[in-house]
């Protein structure tokens, strides 16, 4: 028998609804290799960034571009008429065969200026044949502005939604929604395809601004043994020790946080007073969440580790 020894291999599994075969007389069976997979690195920094709330706007500005595309397709147009223009249905107008439907202006005025060839201009205005994206609109916008300017927090903000459910179901009851209805249709809001760009466009590039720019100087960043912040432009960071820090997320606003910010939350860290009592906050964190539980085990892989 050979006295060189054997490299040792990889047993292949057998194929299911077979029997492996026992190993011929004489020869050395396989020893099987068993590989284990390597561990994960330790988390060694995190960085998490706050929000100004601007990045609750973007209801805004989305309804903008849907409008004004709505309002493109739609084609309808708006005439701007003097006082006392008068609406005519079916009359009978020079160079047309069949009734038109016609304005009639009052005399020694005009619809339209004219043009260089001396005829009048055409109506332009891109605008819906209804007014319920103007009315939606300016609800949207209302809600947004309120929603992220005014915090309610924890129990008051469900107090909140459960008094808005309640308003809803009893104007139900008593059979008031059509009066509101007749009342909101009676605000006849419109605003052509243009005015809905003049909206959406700038604030949508403001918004990309400064969610990657201006949102991006405000920060914390969970390091190995410390922690820095900064939570001012221009600012100066702070730099604490990570050691005795408590890291927690302050309580919901169910408007804000659930119904515009998809999750995010507000961020507090401190000390406690015997250790410096040092603290910082950091608003409208994304997905703060996944990142709460990132950052505690890796202080905690920090405290065993130390």
């Known amino acids: 028998m050979s006295s060189e020894p054997y490299a040792a291999s990889a047993v292949v599994p057998a194929p299911p609804g077979t029997v492996p075969l026992p190993p011929v007389p004489g020869t050395v069976a396989s020893?099987?290799?068993?590989f284990q997979p390597p561990a994960p690195e330790?988390?060694?920094?995190?960085?998490?960034?706050?929000?100004?709330?601007?990045?609750?706007?973007?209801?805004?500005?989305?309804?903008?571009?849907?409008?004004a595309g709505i309002t493109y397709v739609d084609g309808y147009r708006m005439a701007v008429v003097p006082e006392g223009t008068t609406f005519e249905r079916s009359a009978q107008v020079q160079g047309f065969s069949e009734p038109r439907d016609v304005l009639v202006v009052p005399a020694k005025n005009h619809l339209n200026p004219k043009l260089n060839d001396g005829q009048p201009a055409?109506?332009?205005?891109?605008?819906?044949?209804g007014n319920n994206m103007g009315v939606v609109f300016v609800a949207t916008l209302l809600l947004v502005i309120v929603a992220s300017t005014v915090t309610l927090r924890g129990l008051v903000s469900v107090i909140a939604v459960i008094l808005i459910i309640l308003t809803v179901v009893v104007l139900a009851l008593l059979g008031l929604w059509n009066d509101v209805f007749a009342f909101v249709g009676g605000l006849d809001i419109r605003m052509n395809a243009g005015g809905y760009l003049a909206i959406g466009i700038p604030l949508f590039i403001a918004w990309i601004l400064v969610l990657t720019i201006y949102d991006r100087q405000h920060y914390i960043?969970?390091?190995?043994?410390?922690?820095r912040v900064c939570q001012e432009i221009g600012d100066s960071e702070l730099v604490m020790d990570s050691g005795g820090v408590v890291v927690e997320k302050k309580r919901n606003d169910v408007f804000r946080h659930w119904l515009l910010g998809f999750g995010s939350g507000d961020l507090k860290v401190h000390k406690p007073s015997g250790q410096g009592?040092?603290?910082?906050?950091?608003?409208?964190?994304?997905g703060i969440g996944r990142k709460l539980v990132v950052i505690n085990k890796m202080l905690q892989e920090k405290q065993v580790t130390s």
């Open 277 to 286: 009592g040092q603290e910082a906050e950091l608003d409208n964190v994304l």
């Open 42 to 67: 330790p988390i060694r920094q995190i960085a998490v960034y706050g929000h100004s709330n601007l990045f609750y706007f973007w209801p805004v500005w989305l309804v903008c571009f849907v409008f």
């Open 31 to 34: 020893v099987p290799v068993v």
């Open 122 to 129: 055409q109506p332009g205005l891109l605008v819906s044949r």
């Open 221 to 227: 960043i969970f390091d190995a043994g410390q922690i």
